[in-house]
């Protein structure tokens, strides 16, 4: 509520000098608000541009060196692993998301033994990197089994987290996968790895070039509609969040991010919990990055 008026009130004084309009910011944006997305592929001393992405590239586990220590000196806080995966590796039911030596594992005992907790690691749970089908889940014609695919992501999101793992973020848009990671994940005393939900995932054609990253764009099946939320759905987003942070979420995410800020803005204002936005590839100049929005809104919800 406003109180004072004009002469007395003069909105302009916090802004005449960069300091003061400095202080009295109520969205600031930093390095500290990123996540950097790092995409893995085999070999050594690689480092591959990606076609549908200019200026972005995917590094051998060797290479993490140079890009994680960058990432580090900016000053942002956590860098999200995902896999290219050889089609040679793939098949219907995403072993290799299972193999200890795999792409995302590899990446992240890398990064912990040699930088140790100066950033934080987040690694993707889903299927879609390793099935021959590039769906998220195990596929049975062209039905998606949701409980049956519970069960391999959950043993993922553990095999992540034994290898250092700090934040674990299924993407995958199963009913009830956060209840079964986050059980999974107390059971094998890993209580500290914190739950990251894209618990808003919209099925978009946004989509492109991140699939293209990961190998899966070409093997993808039909679409993902019928997990992926429909884009006119705005109160569902909210039952899927609450869902989740009943389920044990520690934080959850909107997925794509600016066509979708009022669903940011309801989520953010119907829970208090830390809201994060994924700016996806093909939304601006084919860049991408995860954007922690949730400072927007802080000051209102205090």
Known sequence: MITGKYPNLRLRRS???????????????????FILPIFLIEGKNKKESIKSMPNVFRYSVDKLNTVVGKAIKKGIPMVALFPYTSR????????EALNPDNLVCRGIKFIKKKFKNKIGIMCDVALDPYTSHGHDGLL????????????ILAKQAVLQAKMGCDVIAPSDM??????????????????????????????SSFYGPFRDAVGSKKLLKSDKKT????????????????????EGADMVMVKPGMPYLDIIKRVKDN?????????????????????????KYEKSNN
């Open 15 to 33: 802004r005449k000098y960069a300091w003061s309009r400095k202080l009295v910011q109520e969205s600031s944006l930093s390095y500290s608000d």
């Open 88 to 95: 040679a590796k793939k098949d219907e039911k995403g072993s």
């Open 140 to 151: 049975q014609k062209s039905n998606i089994l949701n409980d049956k695919t519970l069960e």
């Open 174 to 203: 199963m009913d009830g996968r956060i209840g079964k990671i986050r059980s999974a994940l107390d059971k094998n005393n890993l209580k500290d790895v914190q739950i990251l939900s894209y618990a808003v995932k919209f099925s």
């Open 227 to 246: 997990y992926q939320m429909d884009f006119r759905n705005s109160d569902e987003s909210l039952r899927e969040v609450s869902l989740d942070i009943k």
């Open 271 to 295: 829970f208090k919990i830390p809201v994060f936005a994924y700016q996806v590839s093909d939304e601006k100049d084919y860049s991408i990055a995860f954007v922690v929005i949730h400072k």
